[in-house]
């Protein structure tokens, strides 16, 4: 027998053990609020680093360095892109999946395709020593445009059919460098997270004739509870089922489906969004808050995409403080995700946080000069 359904609509959400289904990956979620309450001898995260100089001579992101390519990099002083020079995916992959046993459609066993592609990576700031939860927002406006610059640019090769985002922010998320940036993998084919995405989504307008994201985010704004902020043009929820314990969503008010059809007025307010979101995230534990986070849209091959909404993903680890993180191991990895934080409760605590920097004012401090 399986237990009924909660309509969340007309019901208070249960208290103890349930689960929360995902429509947008059709996943489930186990959540656990009693949990909370148990003792907790885990790992303990190393503190932050000592402050960091404005910019960094053994850095290879900082302005006039040089790459391991060989490589110099310009005196940027906005944003700066280029080629990864370690690229997960390369324009031909000159592999055979043939010639390591490997078979095609015929063999439900083995199967392997070659994975073509081109990596890139943004610079968000000529600046070592800032995020962009520190940085204004023109600065993060020059970010947003260098994004959807990156997809139109990638967009133009013939084999490129999809471009994912994201960044990884902090040694907690396995990020190599502190100054400020961001990766960009563009791929002859789908990656899975989005194409499952694609599909639920198709599947949602067919049925509906509307889309997923966009009634799910007008229900979250309708019932407030897990708002994080809001402006003219985007929202920020903690999803109904979100795995990471301050995971969230910005989604776009109007119908986008990829970042280069924001209007002017969009990306101003989404730079804007950004600012008030990561500042939340640093001023909850007052520390560097890590994450990853990625951009998920249309694929940019030209197809028909039903009921595809632009949005936007944050999978922060930190669960108690800046030292106690959550990991999806054991029953994670094995049976299904599963959180103890409900997540009306991390909407309220971000929710409830200043959308100033607890270190503004104290930019000057963060960064010595070249000199010092
Ligand atoms: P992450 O810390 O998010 O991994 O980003 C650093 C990226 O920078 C990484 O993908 C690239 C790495 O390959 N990189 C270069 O392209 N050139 C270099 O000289 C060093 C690192």
Request: glycine share 8%; aromatic share 10%; proline share 10%.
């Amino acid at each position: 027998m399986y237990a009924a359904r909660v309509d969340v609509t007309a019901s208070p959400l249960p208290d103890g053990p349930h689960r929360r289904y995902n429509p947008l990956l059709d996943e489930w979620v186990l959540v656990s609020p009693h949990r909370l309450k148990r003792p907790w001898q885990g790992q303990v995260e190393p503190e932050p680093p000592p402050m960091l100089p404005a910019y960094d001579p053994n850095c290879y992101l900082c302005p006039g360095n040089e790459r391991a390519s060989g490589e110099r990099n310009p005196s940027y002083e906005t944003t700066f892109a280029f080629d990864n020079d370690f690229p997960a995916l390369v324009p031909s992959s000159g592999a055979s999946p043939a010639a390591s046993g490997a078979r095609g459609p015929g063999d439900s066993l083995f199967v392997a395709e070659p994975q073509t592609g081109r990596c890139r990576v943004v610079c968000f700031s000529p600046r070592h020593d800032v995020t962009l939860a520190q940085m204004d927002t023109p600065g993060i406006r020059a970010v947003v445009d260098a994004w959807a610059d990156e997809i139109e640019r990638l967009s133009r090769f013939d084999a490129v059919r999809y471009v994912q985002v994201f960044e990884n922010k902090g040694a907690a998320m396995g990020c190599s460098n502190p100054h400020p940036h961001c990766q960009i993998w563009a791929s002859a084919s789908v990656p899975h997270i989005p194409a499952r995405k694609l599909e639920m989504q198709r599947r949602y307008a067919a049925r509906t004739g509307r889309d997923l994201v966009g009634d799910y985010v007008a229900r979250e704004i309708a019932s407030g509870e897990r708002v994080v902020c809001r402006n003219d043009a985007w929202a920020v929820v903690v999803p109904f089922w979100a795995v990471w314990p301050f995971e969230t969503m910005i989604a776009p008010l109007r119908f986008v489906g990829d970042l280069r059809e924001l209007s002017d007025d969009e990306r101003g307010q989404l730079a804007d969004i950004i600012r008030s979101l990561t500042a939340r995230y640093d001023n909850l534990f007052q520390s560097s808050f890590p994450y990853s986070m990625g951009w998920h849209g249309r694929p940019v091959d030209g197809g028909d995409y039903p009921g595809c909404r632009l949005h936007a993903v944050y999978f922060p680890p930190l669960l108690r403080s800046a030292s106690v993180r959550k990991f999806l191991v054991g029953y994670e990895m094995t049976g299904e995700p599963q959180r103890d934080l409900t997540a009306e409760s991390a909407a309220e605590r971000l929710r409830g946080l200043p959308e100033v920097h607890y270190l503004d004012g104290a930019a000057a401090r963060l960064g010595a000069s070249p000199g010092s």
